[in-house]
């Protein structure tokens, strides 16, 4: 545990299951302790990121410091702790939706003394000023595998098929039923590809999922769609260095990392139109995108690469080369850095 006293930022994260944005503070924390003194704070954090207790934030010292909020209950939790209990606090508030937020949302927004947005997009739907900081990822732990054959043989994954994947949670809005639609229309005629859906369920979207494997079921591909529990580590670089093809068929996404993670791994993305995809994935040079529940082109998209090795090997490439030059997180953690820094130095 970090001592208290020493912190100049506090990043909540008050969700215990793993999501997009716990990746995202869990994987920021670390590298932003080099540089400030930050540690996150929540019921569930893992070994190896700087932390304090929940416990220890009503004996917070009223010294002068940034409360980095990413969900409403961390953004209320943040102005009790300063309207409250007089915590001198400069609240932060990074928003990735990209769809009007609701009245009582919109009220404590405004009591930040500053919101990021995570993409042109998403700033677009705020009614205060922002700034736009693109989330970034950690391009070592996500890179190119070296000989995917054992890396598969490890993971229990077929070593000599095409595998192509959709990480994350499953439900409607991820559109998993269109991957597993595209999927079940190209995988007869091409017996090398097996398709790799992984990610929690939550009780609301049980029946989903239990419909989504019945289609499989009913379609005589059980044996080449694999359904697969998320990674109880929390690590899910080695699944996509494993892959040779990503699908991100999402028809609502916030910011959506999956598809940069994949490329960051040298794996080729076909990604719709939702969060921030069109904001990092160079179309028609390391992926494609298609239009949100267009089934047809996400089919058609996917056909292509699958059905073309020399040109999924050079997107490989170019979205490798990509994530390195534009998408890493130590950009997005400078960009905080700098951004906690003004704050803390403000009258």
Not at 42 to 60: D, M, N, R
Not at 315 to 338: D, K, N, S, T
């Given at each position: 545990?970090?001592?208290?006293?020493?912190?100049?930022?506090?990043?909540?994260?008050?969700?215990?299951?793993?999501?997009?944005?716990?990746?995202?503070?869990?994987?920021?924390?670390?590298?932003?302790?080099?540089?400030?003194?930050?540690?996150?704070?929540?019921?569930?954090?893992?070994?190896?990121?700087?932390?304090?207790?929940?416990?220890?934030?009503?004996?917070?010292?009223?010294?002068?410091?940034?409360?980095?909020?990413?969900?409403?209950?961390?953004?209320?939790?943040?102005?009790?702790?300063?309207?409250?209990?007089?915590?001198?606090?400069?609240?932060?508030?990074?928003?990735?939706?990209?769809?009007?937020?609701?009245?009582?949302?919109?009220?404590?927004?405004?009591?930040?003394?500053?919101?990021?947005?995570?993409?042109?997009?998403?700033?677009?739907?705020?009614?205060?000023?922002?700034?736009?900081?693109?989330?970034?990822?950690?391009?070592?732990?996500?890179?190119?595998?070296?000989?995917?054959?054992?890396?598969?043989?490890?993971?229990?994954?077929?070593?000599?098929?095409?595998?192509?994947?959709?990480?994350?949670?499953?439900?409607?809005?991820?559109?998993?039923?269109?991957?597993?639609?595209?999927?079940?229309?190209?995988?007869?005629?091409?017996?090398?590809?097996?398709?790799?859906?992984?990610?929690?369920?939550?009780?609301?979207?049980?029946?989903?999922?239990?419909?989504?494997?019945?289609?499989?079921?009913?379609?005589?591909?059980?044996?080449?769609?694999?359904?697969?529990?998320?990674?109880?580590?929390?690590?899910?670089?080695?699944?996509?260095?494993?892959?040779?093809?990503?699908?991100?068929?999402?028809?609502?996404?916030?910011?959506?990392?999956?598809?940069?993670?994949?490329?960051?791994?040298?794996?080729?993305?076909?990604?719709?139109?939702?969060?921030?995809f069109e904001d990092f994935i160079p179309d028609g040079k390391a992926g494609h995108i298609v239009d949100i529940e267009d089934l047809d082109a996400l089919t058609e998209a996917t056909a292509d690469l699958l059905d073309n090795p020399e040109k999924r090997a050079s997107f490989a490439m170019a979205?490798?080369?990509?994530?390195?030059?534009?998408?890493?997180?130590?950009?997005?953690?400078?960009?905080?850095?700098?951004?906690?820094?003004?704050?803390?130095?403000?009258?």
């Amino acid at each position: 545990m970090t001592d208290p006293k020493t912190l100049d930022v506090i990043a909540p994260n008050f969700k215990k299951r793993m999501s997009g944005v716990t990746s995202t503070v869990y994987r920021l924390v670390p590298l932003q302790a080099r540089d400030i003194a930050i540690a996150a704070c929540g019921p569930a954090v893992p070994e190896g990121v700087p932390q304090i207790p929940t416990s220890a934030l009503p004996g917070l010292s009223k010294r002068r410091r940034v409360w980095h909020a990413r969900r409403n209950n961390e953004m209320l939790a943040g102005i009790a702790l300063k309207r409250l209990l007089g915590k001198d606090l400069k609240l932060v508030f990074t928003s990735a939706a990209q769809r009007d937020h609701k009245g009582f949302t919109k009220w404590m927004i405004r009591q930040m003394d500053a919101v990021v947005a995570t993409s042109a997009r998403s700033a677009s739907f705020l009614e205060v000023p922002s700034r736009v900081i693109h989330h970034g990822i950690d391009a070592d732990l996500f890179r190119p595998a070296e000989d995917k054959a054992p890396l598969r043989a490890e993971l229990n994954l077929p070593q000599d098929k095409i595998l192509v994947g959709c990480f994350g949670r499953i439900r409607p809005q991820k559109g998993n039923d269109l991957f597993t639609e595209a999927m079940l229309r190209l995988m007869p005629t091409r017996p090398d590809v097996v398709a790799v859906m992984m990610g929690g369920v939550t009780e609301a979207h049980k029946a989903y999922h239990e419909g989504l494997k019945s289609t499989v079921e009913k379609a005589g591909l059980s044996d080449r769609f694999l359904f697969l529990p998320e990674d109880p580590h929390w690590d899910i670089s080695r699944w996509f260095r494993a892959l040779d093809l990503y699908i991100a068929p999402q028809r609502w996404e916030g910011f959506g990392l999956t598809p940069m993670e994949a490329m960051a791994c040298a794996v080729p993305v076909v990604a719709t139109r939702a969060g921030a995809f069109e904001d990092f994935i160079p179309d028609g040079k390391a992926g494609h995108i298609v239009d949100i529940e267009d089934l047809d082109a996400l089919t058609e998209a996917t056909a292509d690469l699958l059905d073309n090795p020399e040109k999924r090997a050079s997107f490989a490439m170019a979205a490798r080369a990509h994530v390195e030059a534009h998408c890493r997180i130590e950009q997005e953690a400078a960009a905080l850095v700098a951004l906690y820094r003004d704050l803390l130095a403000a009258p």
